[in-house]
């Protein structure tokens, strides 16, 4: 048994914003409420001065394995989430093998089982090998534990395809995610285009690749009905699509990474930490998602969370791989960019981690008895530095080691029991 | 650094007789001037050559050939300081090869600048003879070189800096002994 | 060191100050090319890592040139005999050539930012050969020398650019520099090389679609090359670009009587520009290549000449 005590309860789901304690029994949050007494035996932690809120989701991140352990693995992947306060992350299947077969699903739910800090949810390939050719295995994926659909790294290849997964995945009750992006467009390129990207020389990828294939992507959830949820969302005007859709009625949803509601195009100078896919945008698409993010046009915050070794990010811009890491650091940028620059409030940033991302995936994430047991308890107070090369995730690339922060998790508990505790002297 | 002056080794006045005798050496020890040519080391010499020339013009009606030597480039201590000397540009407008020069400088010290422009003289081609014209020499020589026309013999210690200064560039016109202040 | 510069990574960054000191030494070098004897002991001792991941002649053979000149010996590394093939990172390759100790490394590659890497990363002086798209600053400061030269000073010209800007380093290169010197400069070019965000990069940029626009009341006109063939972009046939762009006997007329032609070469005559006005009184190409050399000479005296940085100065004469 583990109460939690003193602690202001933040649980978009249920409305709760007030202090309250919380009981957790076996794998099951088991009793909340005001000053609850304390049973024999259990284990306490006191939350005073802190937020406990439902454990965080993140709908998208990279574990690496299988194949690519070079990078990152499920056991340092999930380490990492945990320090980061996430108790669930959706990995998505541009693994070696490609997640597109029942098979590689049970291998990687099976190896979180076995070594994961925290829940693995994995997201299963829309095409074999996504080439973009044939359906893959989605329903016998379904069975081995896959939440949705996706073949990140790349849009579904073509319209005709991507209606028929679409189709497909709706008959099974699952989410297509799409990696919005229309090649022909962006190839070559490895930042945003724009007066940036033309001073530095890099070839550029205009934001219409990104918002045509959202664009085709919405009109086809429409003509489907199917639930669409578009990845890492980077553009204003991709953004302007989603707002039609839902106000249309479509099933469809969003997410924002912390790197794109913080740093924008300016900020790419030739560290290859700043080099990702959609690469940061402008300052006025930066703006859009902020405002989106606060009125509820975009649905959750995402990490996009992706490892590379760093021999093989220190090289030149053109020819490092595309992705940063980000478990550990979303909570931190999102008090510090969204709630302290009076953005959007607390509650809404947790809703943002918790019960946006359980929307979309459609389940439930909350605290009341019988939930799981699945707590992130962090700081807005807190003052730390992050290092990266303190980090469980075997790579380095991030754009913000030794940036301070004001704010952070303090303690991750998944089924009731503690995937990360901050150690005492920083608490 | 800072230096204190100590005493004054040549006047204005003195500065002008003293050209004015070596402008009247250079004529009599070159037996004849036809390949003759002064080339003035930068920075002082530049200055100096032009006055000999002038001098020499003016007493004998010939015109002697000017050149000027930046000896930046072949200086034997490059590799040993920080930030590389500015390099200024050396302007002989005539042949070199087969002239007789004579060298101009204010002061002779270590000779390590007179090797440098000797250096510099050879890349332009062969002159037939260089001979070497000072208005001051102060000894410590570090390499062998020697002076064929000197304006002042000057006894200095290693402290001791020997300062021309000439109108042309200083706006004065006198050469002082300054001592090294710690 | 040269006031206060370590490397030469791009003219973007250079001030006034940095780019006429550079200009005013390269004279000294300049009339250094007519000495019979073309060689000082100047570097001696000295070596110059001459890293060339890109193909090049000319530039490779001008840097390699002066720094021979400057009595400094040279270790040459082409792309195409190198490791790179063999997958080698350039990390590794620069580490490679660093460990036989050279006293500064002059770099050419395809990808922008490649010199500003590898300068974060050695402790010795990097010099920008070509990076990319992104600068080509010997190329601008050897055209700085030759339009100052030509022309008696630096300030103020009404500089039309011809070609493909948007993949030209020597575009970037030069307009950062010229407008430094209050140049006026007009991108001139197809369409599709010449975004109209290029006018965003340095103050007093305009574009001109078409080539007699951009050449009235031009003072200088510097002629691109054009590479036909584009990786991931469809190519312009060459007939299309002579029929618009290429610069001829009649369009030049349109430019000030004086104008000076530039081309940073190789040139195509008969694509980019007529051989008319290649060769013509206006051209000033092969001032460029001498040009080219002095300003080499003159970096290489100034970044890979002299000790330590905390070494003393000379006490005595």
């Known amino acids: 048994m583990l109460l939690i005590q003193n602690g202001r309860v933040v649980d978009p789901a249920s409305r709760t914003d007030e202090p309250m304690d919380v009981l957790l029994s076996g794998e099951r949050i088991v009793q909340t409420g005001a000053g609850l007494p304390v049973p024999g035996g259990a284990e306490i932690f006191d939350a005073k001065g802190l937020i406990v809120a439902p454990g965080f989701i993140d709908l998208h991140c990279h574990l690496r394995e299988p194949g690519q352990e070079l990078s990152e693995t499920i056991e340092t992947g999930t380490r990492s989430a945990a320090r980061g306060g996430f108790t669930a992350v959706c990995c998505m299947p541009n693994t070696q093998p490609v997640n597109d077969s029942a098979s590689v699903t049970r291998g990687i739910v099976e190896r979180a089982a076995r070594g994961g800090a925290v829940r693995v949810w994995p997201i299963g390939a829309a095409s074999v090998g996504s080439k973009g050719e044939a359906l893959a295995e989605i ?289 | 650094m800072k230096v204190v002056e100590k005493r004054q080794l040549l006047s204005a006045e003195e500065i002008g007789r003293t050209l004015q005798r070596l402008a009247h050496e250079i004529v009599e020890k070159s037996g004849g001037t036809k390949d003759l040519a002064l080339i003035g080391v930068r920075r002082r010499g530049v200055p100096i050559s032009q006055r000999l020339e002038r001098i020499i013009r003016t007493f004998s009606g010939i015109e002697i050939p000017v050149g000027t030597l930046d000896i930046t480039l072949y200086r034997d201590d490059l590799s040993t300081v920080a930030q590389q000397p500015v390099v200024q540009s050396t302007e002989i407008p005539f042949g070199v090869d087969g002239r007789d020069l004579v060298l101009i400088d204010d002061v002779l010290y270590t000779g390590r600048t007179v090797r440098a422009a000797m250096n510099g003289l050879f890349d332009l081609g062969r002159p037939r003879r260089v001979r070497l014209c000072v208005l001051i020499d102060r000894g410590h020589r570090e390499l062998p070189i020697e002076a064929s026309f000197i304006g002042r013999t000057v006894e200095t210690s290693d402290t001791e800096i020997v300062e021309v200064r000439l109108q042309e560039i200083d706006k004065e016109e006198r050469v002082m002994l300054v001592d090294r202040v710690s | 060191m040269l006031l206060g510069l370590q490397h030469l990574l791009g003219t973007e960054t250079l001030t006034r100050e940095q780019i006429t000191f550079i200009l005013d030494q390269a004279k000294p070098f300049q009339e250094f090319q007519r000495h019979p004897l073309k060689k000082l002991a100047t570097l001696r001792g000295k070596t110059v890592a001459i890293a060339f991941f890109e193909a090049s002649t000319r530039t490779r053979i001008s840097f390699a040139t002066a720094a021979s000149r400057l009595g400094a010996d040279t270790m040459n590394l082409q792309a195409e005999a190198s490791s790179l093939k063999k997958g080698e990172s350039l990390l590794d390759t620069v580490r490679t050539l660093e460990a036989m100790r050279p006293d500064g490394i002059v770099i050419r590659h395809s990808s922008s930012g490649a010199p500003e890497f590898v300068s974060q990363r050695l402790e010795i002086p990097v010099l920008n050969a070509g990076d990319g798209t992104h600068e080509h600053p010997t190329q601008a400061l050897l055209d700085a020398l030759t339009i100052r030269d030509r022309k008696g000073s630096l300030e103020g010209w009404n500089v039309t650019v011809l070609g493909d800007i948007l993949h030209s380093r020597v575009a970037r290169s030069n307009i950062h520099l010229l407008t430094k010197f209050g140049g006026r400069v007009t991108l001139c070019g197809p369409a599709m090389w010449v975004p109209n965000e290029m006018t965003t990069l340095a103050p007093n940029v305009r574009r001109a679609l078409r080539i007699e626009e951009a050449l009235e009341g031009a003072d200088v006109v510097l002629v691109l090359r054009v590479q036909t063939e584009r990786i991931h972009e469809p190519s312009l046939a060459p007939e299309e670009y002579i029929l618009r762009y290429q610069l001829t006997p009649e369009r030049l007329r349109l430019a000030k009587p004086d104008a000076l032609v530039l081309h940073p070469g190789p040139m195509i005559r008969g694509l980019e520009i007529d051989p008319g006005v290649a060769d013509g009184p206006q051209s000033a190409v092969l001032e460029q290549v001498t040009n080219g050399l002095a300003i080499r000479m003159a970096l290489l005296y100034h970044l890979v000449g002299g000790a330590a940085p905390d070494a003393p100065h000379p006490a005595k004469e």
């Open chain 1, 139 to 427: 329903a016998a994926m379904k069975d081995a534990g896959i939440v949705a659909v996706s073949d990140d790294g790349k849009p579904v290849a073509t319209s005709r395809l991507m209606r028929q997964v679409m189709e497909y995945c709706d008959s099974l009750g699952l989410p297509v995610i799409d990696h919005c992006e229309d090649p022909p467009l962006a190839a070559g390129g490895v930042m945003r285009e724009g007066p940036h990207s033309l001073r530095l020389g890099l070839k550029g990828i205009p934001s219409q690749s990104e918002s045509i294939c959202a664009g085709r992507d919405v009109e086809l959830a429409q003509l489907t009905g199917a639930r669409l949820h578009i990845a890492h969302m980077s553009a204003a005007r991709s953004l302007e699509y989603v707002r039609y859709a839902k106000e249309h009625g479509a099933r469809v949803t969003c997410e924002v990474t912390p790197h794109h509601f913080t740093l924008a195009d300016e900020d790419v100078r030739y560290d290859t930490s700043y080099k990702m896919n959609p690469p940061l945008a402008s300052r006025e698409d930066r703006e859009a998602l902020i405002a989106g993010l606060a009125d509820g046009s975009v649905d959750a915050i995402a990490t996009d969370h992706a490892p590379h070794h760093p021999a093989s990010k220190e090289v030149e811009f053109d020819r490092a791989p595309f992705g940063i890491l980000g478990f550990e650091t979303a909570l931190a940028l999102g008090l510090r960019e969204l709630v302290q620059k009076n953005r959007l409030s607390l509650v809404r940033l947790v809703e943002l981690f918790t019960s946006g991302p359980a929307r979309v995936l459609g389940i439930e994430r909350k605290i009341a008895a019988g939930h799981p047991g699945d707590i992130t308890i962090f700081s807005t107070g807190l003052k730390w530095t992050y290092r990266v090369n303190d980090s469980p995730s075997k790579s380095r690339n991030s754009p913000f080691d030794g940036a301070e922060f004001t704010g952070g998790p303090v303690a991750t508990i998944v089924g009731g029991r503690f995937a990360y505790r901050r150690p005492q002297e920083q608490a």
